[in-house]
């Protein structure tokens, strides 16, 4: 659907979650735009979360190749918008050092794993999918206390009455099974219980 809206001509930006976790089709999408005259708006710039350094994403995105590119970081702490405030004044430039720590996370974040972009929803069952899906990951890279409250417990749970409609597959920007990875991070999920 990305590519015919940029094949279509009909639009001056495009809109989709791309960090530099992007796989070479997400790449290669934001480069279409760039030759469409297109401007791209990259979603989920931190990944939901999942990246932790914001100075290798900002440099990652300031690259001339991306020159086109207008990042929505999803910030979530005041720490992190005070770190982006600061690179107005100094901007960071990707070294060797972020790209070997960008190849780290990508090694360890490749494959299929949910983004939270939030286009599979809404549910038929009421899950919440895209926190769902990626829990396995959330509970590893994010501060773990909050992913195991009662409330969360409650959510996760909430997967297992999965429809198994394909709803969310369809609507899946990255292709992913999404039942079964709700299944896999359920499962999962009851290891840190």
């Known amino acids: 659907m990305a590519d015919e809206a940029v094949e279509s001509g009909l639009y001056e930006t495009l809109q989709f979650p791309f960090s530099y976790l992007a796989a070479p089709v997400e790449t290669e999408l934001a480069e279409k735009c760039k030759n469409a005259g297109m401007g791209f708006i990259a979603m989920k710039g931190l990944a939901g979360g999942l990246i932790h350094n914001s100075a290798a994403a900002y440099a990652f995105m300031a690259q001339e ?4 590119v207008a990042p929505i970081w999803g910030i979530q702490r005041e720490s992190e918008l005070d770190e982006f405030l600061s690179y107005q004044d100094c901007p960071p430039v990707l070294d060797e050092g972020m790209i070997q720590e960008i190849e780290r996370d990508k090694s360890e974040l490749s ?3 949910c983004r939270g972009c939030g286009y599979c929803m809404p549910c038929p069952a009421g899950i919440e999918i895209n926190n769902c899906a990626r829990m396995s990951l959330m509970l590893r890279r994010a501060p773990q206390a ?4 009662k409330e969360w417990q409650e959510k996760m749970k909430q997967t297992t009455e999965c429809l198994h409609c394909g709803q969310c597959k369809e609507r899946c920007p990255y292709g992913l099974d999404t ?7 359920y499962k999962d999920y009851l290891t840190f219980l």
């Open 146 to 149: 909050d992913w195991l409250s």
């Open 111 to 113: 494959g299929e794993f």
């Open 65 to 68: 190749r991306f020159d086109h």
């Open 179 to 185: 039942p079964k990875l709700l299944e896999k991070n």
